[in-house]
């Protein structure tokens, strides 16, 4: 079984559990993810099946949440799962026009610390077990973009509450974003509530719970998701069955297209992989499909 699967990770469940439970049920050992998302999170997880795991690198980057900050809050994972570092009600009156002329200072390109809880590794370890063992390491900046952010609800009070959308590319932290917010507005922030409406062309509306899948699975229903349905942000390039093999044996082939960059490579409608094309030359990155 080969392909991807969209899942609708479960509240308080990590991504490895999640591609655990689809290895268990699909009886298959070669399942990756695409894109970690907390344990308090839930929504789209790209899993990807069989020999599309060499694929994940190629999948588009943007995501879309809808995300809940608290104000009024700090916490050391900078979310709700994290032990309280200062509560103190908003004294002063906070309107949502000077919370929004804060949120336009994370749009564009932006440097983000990521939270001290997280898996990003320095010096050979995760933050998380740095931290986990009482030592304070800062995270290396980083640099993230964030395409788009829209206010979806506001609740004013000592603890007030913004309800936003943020689509924003690979890397982006939600979590750092509230924590961030709290400091520009002076009250400390954190996050309450995510989840991930869309991820690497995946969307929420269109994903399948672990039960959905495992009623698919006893009805012998389940179809996995094309690999080049899932890479459309990628354009096409169809070869005549004589240059279709040389490619698949790992050889440059010369065409005359005025395009470059990434490609999907086609003999026919039968998807051989992904290849660079630029000068003319296309060159093999991934043979997905070897003929013969």
Not at 71 to 76: A, E, F
Not at 119 to 128: D, E, F, M, P
Not at 141 to 168: K, M, Q, T
Request: with cysteine; net charge neutral.
């Amino acid at each position: 079984m080969e392909g991807f699967l969209n899942l609708n990770k479960p509240l308080n469940w990590t991504s490895h559990d999640c591609v655990a439970r689809v290895r268990k049920l699909l009886k298959i050992k070669r399942v990756g993810h695409a894109g970690t998302l907390d344990p308090t999170a839930l929504g789209v997880l790209p899993i990807a099946l069989g020999k599309a795991t060499r694929l994940l690198q190629y999948l588009p980057g943007t995501k879309t949440y809808q995300a809940t900050i608290r104000l009024g809050v700090r916490t050391t994972t900078d979310d709700l799962a994290g032990g309280i570092i200062d509560s103190q009600p908003v004294s002063r009156e906070l309107s949502l026009t000077e919370v929004k002329t804060a949120l336009s200072q994370f749009i564009g390109l932006i440097e983000q610390i990521p939270p001290s809880y997280s898996a990003i590794q320095v010096a050979g370890k995760r933050l998380y077990d740095l931290a986990r063992q009482g030592e304070t390491v800062l995270a290396p900046v980083r640099n993230v973009e964030i395409f788009h952010i829209a206010v979806l609800d506001w609740r004013s009070g000592d603890y007030p509450e913004l309800d936003l959308e943020i689509a924003c590319g690979s890397g982006t932290y939600i979590r750092a974003i509230a924590r961030d917010l709290g400091m520009i507005l002076q009250t400390g922030g954190t996050l309450a509530a995510l989840s991930r409406t869309e991820s690497c062309s995946f969307l929420l509306t269109d994903s399948l719970t672990l039960s959905d899948l495992e009623n698919q699975l006893s009805k012998g229903i389940f179809q996995p998701i094309s690999p080049d349905k899932v890479l459309q942000h990628l354009l096409p390039v169809s070869l005549p069955d004589t240059l279709a093999t040389k490619w698949c044996q790992g050889q440059k082939i010369g065409l005359d297209l005025v395009v470059s960059g990434l490609v999907r490579v086609y003999q026919n409608e039968r998807f051989l992989g992904i290849g660079q094309l630029q000068d003319n030359i296309l060159v093999p990155q991934m043979v997905y499909e070897a003929i013969g």
